[in-house]
């Protein structure tokens, strides 16, 4: 693999946790916050962005790493 390449299995896991984000958005907002018709989609899409920004950050923190720790530029 090349210095500056992306880690395959880092796009999957991130494309996954945009996935499960999705899915725990839209059930939260059918069984929770089904009452509140004003607010609903702000707050669909405010779970939605936090746990897919999550997952994203997290994924890249664990899995964009060489043996020594970090990322290295050079």
């Known amino acids: 693999m090349k210095k500056n390449s992306l880690n395959p ?3 999957i896991v991130t494309v996954l ?3 499960v984000a ?3 958005a839209i059930v939260l907002k059918n069984h929770v ?3 509140m018709t004003r607010w609903s989609n ?4 405010m779970i939605f962005a936090g746990l897919a920004a999550l997952g ?3 994924s890249a923190k664990f899995l ?3 043996k020594r720790g970090g990322r290295r530029k050079w």
């Open 22 to 24: 999705l899915v725990i």
């Open 56 to 58: 994203a950050i997290l």
């Open 42 to 45: 702000l707050i669909f899409w």
């Open 9 to 11: 299995l880092a796009v």
């Open 17 to 19: 946790t945009t996935i």
């Open 64 to 66: 964009n790493k060489d």
């Open 33 to 35: 916050f089904d009452g």
